[in-house]
């Protein structure tokens, strides 16, 4: 199965900034996307990211609030924008495709934003 | 758009006792999926089950598909303290929504000695 290296794990940030979060697999993979997790909750998807091309957003969530980059295969960022405390939250990363059975998880991004 | 309902929320049990957790999608599913994510961690993937009707087991747990591929349910045998955690099902439909997962509420194991 394939390995995800997520990063950072966890960040305190000031409101009104911006954070990146880069998600890098060890091998080539098909599909992508990025969850958002509430503390207890269930996963929320924010968007498939596509190679070479736009992501393709869930209702609720905007470019330009959540911008996403995949320029090859193996690797995408998420970046949340103009943060709020709101946003607070767990992102993660999942991949399938190539050699990943199922949907492989990063170990997550723990936001909060004060 | 598809909604996918997971009961129970919570179950505790004595570790020894079975345990089952059923998923229900408003939509009909190309696949079913479960995935277990222990606290502080990140979810894992247990199974995919893609046939009407399918049951698969992994050791102590049963995983089912039901036959019009709408609902799941999974069951462990004889639970112990190293199932804690939380069970969450995942629907897959097809068309569009290709590749997307769908996920349930979630059931909170909680196995007591």
């Known amino acids: 199965s394939a390995v995800i290296s997520q990063k950072p794990s966890r960040d305190i940030c000031q409101r009104g900034t911006s954070l990146t979060i880069q998600c890098q697999v060890d091998s080539q993979v098909t599909m992508m996307f990025w969850y958002r997790q509430q503390p207890g909750q269930s996963l929320t998807l924010i968007a498939t990211a596509n190679q070479g091309s736009e992501a393709t957003y869930e209702s609720g969530f905007v470019i330009d609030k959540f911008p996403i980059s995949r320029p090859n295969l193996t690797f995408s960022t998420l970046t949340v924008s103009n943060m709020s405390p709101e946003d607070s939250s767990i992102y993660l990363c999942?991949?399938?495709?190539?050699?990943?059975?199922?949907?492989?998880f990063g170990s997550g991004t723990r936001l909060t934003v004060v | 758009g598809q909604q996918v309902m997971q009961i129970p929320q919570y179950q505790h049990v004595q570790e020894g006792e079975d345990f089952t957790t059923y998923c229900n999608s408003s939509?009909?599913?190309?696949?079913i999926q479960w995935y277990k994510q222990r606290p502080g961690g990140h979810p894992v993937f247990l199974i995919q089950l893609v046939k009407s009707g399918e049951v698969k087991k992994q050791k102590r747990l049963t995983f089912q598909f039901g036959e019009a591929k709408k609902n799941s349910s999974l069951h462990i045998t004889a639970t112990q303290t190293t199932d804690v955690g939380t069970y969450f099902c995942?629907?897959?439909?097809?068309?569009?929504?290709?590749?997307?997962?769908?996920f349930g509420q979630g059931t909170i194991l909680t196995v007591h000695p």
């Open positions: 939509t009909t599913l190309s696949n």
């Open positions: 995942a629907g897959q439909a097809g068309g569009t929504s290709y590749g997307k997962l769908t």
């Open positions: 999942s991949v399938t495709g190539g050699r990943v059975h199922g949907y492989t």
